[in-house]
Nanobody, 123 residues
């Protein structure tokens, strides 16, 4: 069992940066693959980025590639999403999710979810 808590969301102007964090409790978090998803009002939850348990392989949605960077510190049981060059269309609730199974790009691939953190990009 893993519990996930996101933090670091907030409001920022277009072009700005934010880093959101996903802190995990529970044993063996270092063995979990982790992803970030986001959900804007009236839209489906969409894949943003994921990282395998070793941290050696990462994946990104085309819409954030080159602007967002996912990383993890297994010693701290934390996964980060650094978001640069933010755009209004990045506005959403950001969720982290974890699985012991194969990494994927759909919400159904993940067994554990955090409560989400709001990111708002507006001038």
């Amino acid at each position: 069992q893993v519990q996930l808590v996101e933090s670091g969301g907030g409001s920022v102007q277009p072009g700005g940066s934010l880093r959101v964090s996903c802190a995990a409790s529970g044993r063996s978090f270092s063995m979990y693959n982790v992803a970030w998803f986001r959900q804007a009002p009236g839209k489906e939850r969409e894949f943003v980025s994921s990282i395998v348990w070793t941290g050696r392989t990462t994946f990104y949605a085309d819409s954030v590639k080159g602007r967002f960077t996912i990383s993890r510190d297994n010693a701290k049981n934390t996964v980060y999403l650094q978001m640069n060059s933010l755009r209004p269309e990045d506005t959403a609730v950001y969720y982290c999710a974890a699985t012991e199974n194969r990494i994927g790009r759909t919400p159904a691939s993940y067994d554990y979810w955090g409560q989400g953190t709001q990111v708002t990009v507006s001038s």
